[in-house]
C-alpha cells in the first residue's frame, strides 16, 4: 500500500496560491486518471482509493489548514495501518529554484510548517517528500508570499512542473525504487 498527501489549504481562497502546489498535483492526477476524491470527516480529508498494478494506493488532500496537516496524516497513517516508508508528501518549496522537484526519502520540515506538523504528530520524520520549487520571497514576507496566486507565466511554467510530479508520484505508486525516482526528477522542470 502507498499514501500519497498533497499539502493545501482548503477554501476558494487558497485555490491558486502557491502553497496549494500539492493539492494541484493529486487534482490533475485525478482529472486524468478519472478519479472521484471523497469526503471523509473522520479523517478531515478527501481520499480517493484505488490501485495501481496490484498495490492499493491512497491519495489524501487534508482539509485542515497547512499547518494541522499532521492532525489527518496521522489518523490515516494508524487507520490503515500503513508503515512510513509508503508516505510520500508532496509540497511546496521556497527554498529551491522556481519549478523544481526535490524527492528525499526522509529528512527535515525546511522550515515548511506543514511538514514540521506532520513530523510532530507522526514522531518520525522517516517518510517521503515530494518538493515543488514555488519561487523566492526575495524579501516578502513568507506567509504573504506562499499565499499570494502564481503570475499568468508562472503558471503556465508551473504546469509542466505538476506534470513531472503527477508522473513521479504514479511511478511511486506502482513500486518502482524510490532511488530511481528520485535520480529521474530531481531538479528536472
Not at 17 to 36: A, I, M, P, Q, Y
Not at 90 to 110: A, C, Q, Y
Not at 126 to 149: C, M, P, T
Amino acid at each position: 500500500m502507498k499514501i500519497v498527501v498533497g499539502l493545501g489549504n482548503p477554501g476558494k481562497n487558497y485555490e491558486e496560491t502557491r502553497h496549494n502546489v500539492g493539492f494541484k498535483v493529486l487534482e490533475l492526477l485525478f482529472s486524468e486518471e478519472k478519479l472521484k476524491p471523497k469526503l471523509k470527516k473522520e479523517f478531515n480529508a478527501k481520499i480517493v482509493e484505488t490501485v495501481y498494478q496490484g498495490e492499493k494506493a491512497i491519495f489524501v488532500m487534508p482539509l485542515t489548514y497547512m499547518n494541522l496537516s499532521g492532525n489527518a496524516v496521522s489518523m490515516i497513517m494508524k487507520y490503515y495501518n500503513a508503515d512510513f516508508d509508503d508516505l510520500l508528501v508532496v509540497v511546496d518549496d521556497v527554498n529551491i529554484p522556481f519549478g523544481n522537484l526535490r524527492l528525499r526519502e526522509h529528512g527535515n520540515s525546511g522550515g515548511h510548517n506543514g511538514l514540521k506538523d506532520i513530523t510532530e504528530k507522526l514522531g518520525s520524520n522517516k517518510y517521503k517528500r515530494l518538493r515543488i520549487g514555488v519561487g523566492s520571497n526575495n524579501g516578502q514576507e513568507l506567509d504573504q508570499f506562499v499565499l499570494g496566486k502564481f503570475s499568468k507565466a508562472e503558471k503556465k511554467e508551473i504546469a509542466l512542473s505538476f506534470e513531472k510530479a503527477k508522473d513521479a508520484i504514479i511511478e511511486f505508486v506502482n513500486g518502482y525504487p524510490y532511488l530511481d525516482i528520485m535520480t529521474k526528477y530531481n531538479s528536472k522542470k
